[in-house]
């Protein structure tokens, strides 16, 4: 029986953003070990990182595609690969890993368009290989506590939703100004490197996936305004969403919201209540039950869900953050990728991570706004 697994990583060299946190994150619970990468395209700096991570020499590669064939050719080779580079390179690397039956974990948004996401779902099938989005906030506790409570019917059947994802740190490229912010990589502008939208396809695929995750509710069409003040990608987006229930609701998402850091907040609301969750106070979720005083849940407490406190890292009034909320996908992730090598047989609630399916969907939402904004907020179906 394996109780551990040995992953590798295409992307995340030592300056990159997200790949730390991936790398932090998928050590919490001590299941699986960085065993090989490929972290950059620049052959000195993937050996830096490599020895960094005191990995083989023959396991740091200066291409994914002869890392996804060593790999899978070697008896001891990776079970999973984490892909943290730009959106550009998500399909190609993705399929490359799946050709050689190797599971794959995906950064968000999982490719350019519907097309590209239909074949990687087709060929995971195909190859028995395991596949996961990585949508980091459906990690989050109070996230997972949400969706207990609204599959519970605690706050009855879901009307409506208003969710928005407030940024400002591109704000000078709508009114050149003076640059006092800490930037993102700036490859998020380029339509060549993040595709068809900048800030839909950045932070409003965050909404759509939290909102879908919480609720359980798919999106049948949109309509959305998209803002991109002379820039060739949006920047801003106000969107009117209708889910498959017939309930209505509206996204925001922005870069250029001046005073706002990375202000997800989603608020579901039902026919006997609503429930609120704000990222950046992340420990608690806001509970109003008609005709009550809304009550403030705490993260680990003992009247949380089970299907929350499964996923509970650090005792409650510790804060728990993004790199937690990145760990709980991998918890899920690496326990039912254990039981897929062991070959034991899935219990209900053992694949609560985001999947291809998902990664799916997001890239189908991306493409309805930016067609949408194109005729001027027309209703676009999913
Ligand atoms: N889930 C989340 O909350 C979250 C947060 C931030 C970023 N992301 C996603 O993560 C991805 C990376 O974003 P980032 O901000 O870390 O970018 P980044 O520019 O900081 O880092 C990208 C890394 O990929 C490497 N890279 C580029 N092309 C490569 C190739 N062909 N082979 C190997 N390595 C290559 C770069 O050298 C760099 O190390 C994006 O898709 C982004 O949308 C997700």
């Given amino acids: 029986m394996r109780e551990t697994l040995r992953y590798g990583q295409v992307g995340g060299s030592l300056d990159a953003f997200i790949g730390a946190v991936h790398r932090i994150s998928a050590s919490f619970d001590g299941r699986a070990t960085l065993t090989a990468g490929c972290f950059s395209g620049n052959a000195e700096k993937n050996r830096r990182c490599g020895a960094f991570f005191h990995l083989g020499e023959d396991r740091i590669y200066d291409s994914y595609e002869a890392m996804a064939q060593a790999e899978a050719a ?13 959106n550009s390179t998500h399909y190609e690397i993705a399929r490359a890993f799946l050709t050689e039956g190797v599971n794959v974990l995906c950064e968000k948004p999982l490719c350019f368009d519907v097309a590209q996401a239909e074949e990687l779902r087709r060929l995971a099938a195909e190859k028995g290989a395991m596949f996961c989005v990585n949508y980091s906030y459906s990690g989050c506790g109070m996230v997972k506590e949400a969706r ?68 359980g509710l798919k999106l049948r069409r949109v309509a959305a305004k998209l803002d991109y003040f002379g820039q060739p990608l949006d920047l801003n987006a106000n969107i009117l969403v209708e889910f498959d229930n017939g309930a209505h609701g509206v996204y925001c998402c922005s870069q250029v919201c001046v005073g706002h850091m990375n202000g997800l907040v989603v608020r579901v609301f039902g026919t006997k209540g609503a429930i609120e969750w704000v990222q950046e106070n992340p420990n608690v979720l806001y509970v109003t039950l008609k005709g009550q005083p809304t009550q ?43 039981k897929k090598v062991n070959g034991q047989p899935f219990a209900a609630g053992d694949c609560d991570f985001p999947t291809v399916e998902d990664g799916l969907n997001g890239v189908r939402f991306i493409h309805a706004c930016v067609e949408s904004g194109r005729k001027d907020a027309a209703w676009v179906e999913l």
């Fill in 74 to 86: 070697r008896a001891d080779g990776i079970d999973f690969v984490v892909i943290s580079t730009p």
């Fill in 148 to 215: 207990a409570l609204i599959r519970r019917g605690v706050i009855g059947e879901v009307i409506n939703v208003n969710a928005e994802y407030l940024q400002e740190y591109l704000v000078d490229d709508v009114a050149a100004g003076e640059d006092t912010m800490v930037k993102l990589s700036s490859w998020r502008k380029d339509p060549a490197v993040a595709g068809i939208s900048n800030c839909v396809g950045d932070i409003g695929s965050h909404i759509e996936h939290t909102v879908a995750y919480m609720t």
């Fill in 296 to 338: 403030i849940y705490n993260r680990g407490m003992g009247y949380i869900s089970d299907e929350a406190r499964a996923f509970n890292l650090l005792p409650s009034g510790h804060p728990e953050g993004v790199y937690e909320a990145f760990a709980n996908i991998y918890r899920a992730w690496i326990g039912a990728l254990l």
